[in-house]
């Protein structure tokens, strides 16, 4: 079973910046996709960006220029570098994998972090 972890999440001012990691645990033999979604008070989760494991990214137009996500397919590691930090960023984030094959070939199509509080204070 895979098994996701993140960290990095903070309380930061506006302007800032923090790097939140998700490291992925278990039998696992690839993973297509690595990526975040957020969620914030009353609203519905979104997008923030995601990555294949041959580096092709697709990231939200409202944090395009202030935010960067990497990955390291070897240590099974997503990053989201968040710069610039306004706070309408301020929301729980959530690691999401995709298209994941284990070891003993088995596939999950997705899976879900439990979250990271990221809040940006004005």
């Known amino acids: 079973q895979v098994q996701l972890v993140e960290s990095g999440g903070g309380l930061v001012q506006a302007g800032g910046s923090l790097r939140l990691s998700c490291a992925a645990s278990?039998?696992?033999?690839?993973?297509?996709?690595m990526g975040w979604y957020r969620q914030a008070p009353g609203k519905q989760r979104e997008l923030v960006a995601t990555?294949?494991?041959?580096?092709?990214?697709n990231t939200a137009d409202s944090t395009k220029a202030r935010f960067t996500i990497s990955r390291n397919n070897t240590k099974n590691t997503v990053y989201l570098q968040m710069n610039s930090l306004k706070p309408e960023d301020t929301a729980v984030y959530y690691c999401?994998?995709?298209?994941?094959?284990?070891?003993?070939?088995?596939?999950?199509?997705?899976?879900w972090g439990q979250g990271t509080q990221v809040t940006v204070s004005s």
């Open positions: 278990g039998s696992i033999y690839s993973i297509y996709i």
């Open positions: 999401y994998v995709a298209s994941v094959v284990t070891s003993n070939g088995q596939y999950e199509v997705e899976v």
């Open positions: 990555i294949t494991t041959e580096g092709s990214t």
